[in-house]
């Protein structure tokens, strides 16, 4: 039994390492930069040690703006991509011999360069001196006038933000809920319909409960990801987001390590803190009500 046991924590033993290296060390890192004061990336010297990275973070209007917008993005993302996809995928399961193909073509977002999505939606959306853009030439068409989607008022650039977001998480989503709803036991409808039960009952009673797993799996990663969010915004906006009043909390602490006013670990540690504290309060609270609502 002695044998097994270290047996087994041998065969863990690389992963353990592993985790250790890359994940727990640096986590440990970040935070003894964050409490550094004054830290020089040329001396490797920090002047002492304290809360101020903390109180400088929160008190600057980029890191301000950076959670606001990171907030909105998660808020609205991430309801609505699911909600999309559920619906999606449940007009897919309707359609069994068109299923296939239909999943291809919704998955193909995916696997596309998320730059090169990002090109294509500052086409759509930004007005140039050639033309206004195809959803602006829309605007117009219906009576209303063109609107500057990637450098003009705040909510319209947000509007692109989320609407991008979207469009990028949505094919994954799909694939999984499709998944999930053809692994639903068919022995159940049947019952359903013997009894007489209507469709929206069956879908709450019986298809809701069944694939909540997944969609608790779907809700947890999403919530993650757009808290990590910053490639998409730089695709639509560029690199100085904020400039565009469009930075991220991931963006904020990119800049303040590598922009060209960077070279600020410790700010940027304190922000990643901020970040990591934010993401996990969060995720604690999903554990917590899928205890409820979740049905394994």
């Known amino acids: ?41 040329a001396s490797q010297t920090y002047t002492g040690t304290g809360l101020f990275n903390y109180s400088y973070v929160l008190h600057d209007p980029y890191f301000l703006q950076a959670v606001k917008n990171t907030f909105l993005i998660v808020i609205i993302t991430v309801p609505l991509s699911t909600g999309f996809a559920l619906l999606i995928s449940l007009a897919l399961t309707s359609i069994p011999k068109l299923k296939n193909l239909f999943q291809t073509i919704y998955f193909l977002p995916y696997v596309t360069n998320t730059l090169a999505v990002g090109l294509v939606f500052m086409i759509l959306f930004k007005p140039t001196f050639y033309t206004d853009g195809m959803v602006n030439l829309l605007i117009k068409f219906f009576g209303g006038q063109a609107v500057d989607f990637i450098e003009g008022p705040y909510w319209a650039k947000m509007f692109v933000m989320c609407f991008y977001t979207i469009w990028v998480v949505l094919p994954f989503k799909i694939l999984i ?43 947890i990663t999403g919530f993650i990801g757009a808290f990590k969010a910053y490639s998409d915004e730089v695709a639509l906006f560029g690199t100085n987001l904020n400039v565009a009043g469009m930075n991220t909390i991931v963006g904020y602490v990119y800049d303040m390590l590598y922009s060209s006013g960077g070279g600020y670990p410790s700010y940027a540690s304190a922000a990643a803190i901020m970040l990591f504290v934010i993401v996990l309060t969060i995720t604690c609270i999903n554990l917590m009500v899928s205890r409820r609502s979740v049905h394994y």
Do not use: C
């Not at 353990?16 to 409490?35: E, G, H, K, N, Q």
């Not at 019952?191 to 469709?199: E, F, V």
């Open 177 to 219: 809920l499709t998944s999930a709803l053809a692994s639903v036991d068919q022995n159940l409808y049947n019952a359903a319909k013997i009894d007489g039960t209507s469709k929206s009952r069956t879908f709450f009673r019986i298809t809701l409960p069944m694939i909540s797993p997944m969609l608790f799996y779907l809700i």
């Open 1 to 41: 039994m002695g044998k097994s046991k270290y047996k087994g924590w041998l065969y863990l033993l690389p992963a353990i390492v592993f985790l250790a290296v890359f994940m727990v060390y640096p986590l440990v890192d970040v935070l003894v930069y964050s409490a550094e004061e004054g830290y020089s990336f």
